[in-house]
């Protein structure tokens, strides 16, 4: 497995709890496989809650890129600058 800073653990960490960010962007970023991924946030995280971020992952479409549903792509704020290789655009 890659080695990996804290602050792109942090991150790592950070995309994999949110909904709407796929495992296949996690890969495309930082060269993390799905159950590499898993692998991380379970050394990671406390037990309770990796049972509960695998709990609520488990079966959500929106986490794999090929069982989403909506062909528009990913649904972005009007106040979220552009962010390109993982680095917010300063301001």
Avoid: Y
């Avoid at 792109?8 to 960010?21: K, P, Y």
């Avoid at 709990?55 to 062909?71: D, I, S, Y």
Wanted: with cysteine.
């Amino acid at each position: 497995m890659k080695q990996l800073n804290e602050i792109e653990t942090d991150r790592i960490i950070e995309m994999a709890w949110e909904d709407r960010t796929t495992f296949e962007s996690i890969q495309f970023q930082f060269g993390l496989k799905e159950q590499e991924v898993i692998d991380l946030m379970r050394r990671e995280m406390k037990p309770s809650s990796f049972r509960m971020w695998r709990k609520r992952v488990q079966g959500r479409k929106t986490k794999h890129q090929q069982l989403r549903t909506f062909e528009k792509g990913r649904f972005k704020c009007t106040r979220q600058r552009t962010i390109s290789n993982n680095s917010i655009s300063k301001r």
